[in-house]
T-cell receptor
């Protein structure tokens, strides 16, 4: 079974721009969660989607948004980028019935 | 304040030594997971523990979940250079899949 895939792997943007990141979960998994990882704050939960509905949300500003499609693929969007948004953005998928999550390789976002 | 306190933050040991990483909280978790992460990659799941008092072994790694489901430990026996990496504990405490992560332990095993 293929693992979680994320595209792109690397991205460089400038302040004020917006960005869209994509995640394809493991086949058959209906839950997709997004996390931000930075050296200072570690791994922080952004949001979770299950069957195209946002089921959980972390403490991030409204500039961070996401969605999930009927095939379970998910995208997250960050608008009006700030320098502090530079991070590794990780996507994790879950079958929906357990707590076990499987992470993708991440998208490294650099904001200049 | 970190909901999951992980210690130590850094660990540098010689190959063949034993080590233990701790993950503590004042909150109860429905399950706790341990991950290992290499630089520039996503965390890779090592184990999930769900029952208080549970002990799981994965070759030289032993994982324990506290009786009250508030803490966990990871013990590595006879560490090898290939064990080098960032070890993360993560707890699940509510409906859905929101994981709370510890700050991580950077392990360096020297030959």
């Amino acid at each position: 079974k293929a693992g979680v895939t994320q595209t792109p792997r690397y991205l460089i943007k400038t302040r004020g721009q917006q960005v869209t990141l994509s995640c394809s979960p493991i086949s058959g998994h209906r839950s997709v969660s997004w996390y931000q990882q930075t050296p200072g704050q570690g791994l922080q939960f952004l949001f979770e989607y299950f069957s195209e509905t946002q089921r959980n949300k972390g403490n991030f500003p409204g500039r961070f948004s996401g969605r999930q499609f009927s095939n379970s693929r998910s995208e997250m969007n960050v608008s009006t980028l700030e320098l502090g948004d530079s991070a590794l953005y990780l996507c994790a998928s879950n079958a929906g019935g357990t707590d076990t999550q499987y992470f993708g390789p991440g998208t490294r976002l650099t904001v200049l | 304040t970190q909901l999951l306190e992980q210690s130590p933050q850094f660990l540098s040991i010689q190959e063949g030594e034993n080590l233990t990483v701790y993950c503590n909280s004042s909150s109860v978790f429905s399950s706790l997971q341990w991950y290992r992460q290499e630089p520039g990659e996503g965390p890779v799941l090592l184990v999930t523990v769900v029952t208080g008092g549970e002990v799981k072994k994965l070759k030289r790694l032993t994982f324990q979940f506290g009786d009250a489901r508030k803490d966990s430990s990871l013990h590595i026996t006879a560490a090898q250079t290939g064990d080098t990496g960032l070890y993360l504990c993560a707890g699940s405490m509510e409906y859905g899949n929101k994981l709370v992560f510890g700050a991580g332990t950077i392990l360096r095993v020297k030959s």
